[in-house]
């Protein structure tokens, strides 16, 4: 966790919360758009600011799903509000790193114990553990 705060220490300001940030949101979103709409089979809707492609066959998206840009790719689970409020937070990360979100998720590491992103995002939220643990 501390290697990639320490890395965006280091980041130029113009590179965060910036056009520049929102460019890499909106190409983000635009390639979830593309991947959810060639593979989804369920239901695409729009809830809290994101769009929800459901029906993903499992190899095209990690673990119960993955936040791209303001999109949202799962398989077939159900989609409760504290999930959706986990990738929230990711969609609101997409738009602070744009471009820089998937190398600064990839440094931060695939244990979502120890990934600062899902910390931030809420553990339980995101059902890596336990709700109240």
Same mark, same amino acid.
């Given at each position: 966790?501390?290697?990639?705060? +320490? @890395?965006?220490?280091?980041?130029?300001?113009?590179?965060? =919360?910036? &056009?520049?940030?929102?460019?890499? *949101?909106? *190409?983000? $979103?635009?390639?979830? %758009?593309?991947?959810?709409?060639? %593979?989804? $089979?369920?239901?695409?809707?729009?809830?809290? !600011?994101?769009? @929800?492609?459901?029906?993903?066959?499992? %190899?095209? /998206?990690?673990?119960? !799903?993955?936040?791209?840009? !303001?999109?949202?790719?799962?398989? =077939?689970? +159900?989609? $409760? #509000?504290?999930?959706? +409020?986990?990738?929230?937070?990711?969609?609101?990360?997409?738009?602070?790193? !744009?471009?820089?979100? &998937?190398?600064? *998720?990839? @440094?931060?590491?695939?244990? #979502?114990l120890r990934n600062r992103f899902e910390i931030e995002a809420g553990l339980a =939220?995101?059902? /890596?553990?336990?709700?109240?643990?």
């Amino acid at each position: 966790m501390a290697r990639s705060r +320490r @890395i965006e220490d280091r980041l130029p300001r113009v590179l965060l =919360d910036s &056009p520049v940030s929102r460019l890499g *949101y909106l *190409y983000g $979103t635009a390639v979830g %758009w593309v991947w959810g709409s060639l %593979w989804s $089979t369920g239901r695409v809707e729009r809830r809290e !600011g994101m769009w @929800i492609f459901r029906g993903m066959p499992r %190899w095209a /998206y990690p673990r119960g !799903g993955v936040a791209m840009g !303001g999109c949202f790719l799962t398989g =077939d689970g +159900r989609v $409760t #509000p504290s999930l959706l +409020r986990h990738e929230a937070v990711h969609a609101r990360q997409w738009r602070r790193f !744009g471009f820089l979100m &998937p190398v600064l *998720y990839w @440094i931060s590491g695939r244990n #979502p114990l120890r990934n600062r992103f899902e910390i931030e995002a809420g553990l339980a =939220d995101g059902n /890596y553990v336990p709700r109240g643990a």
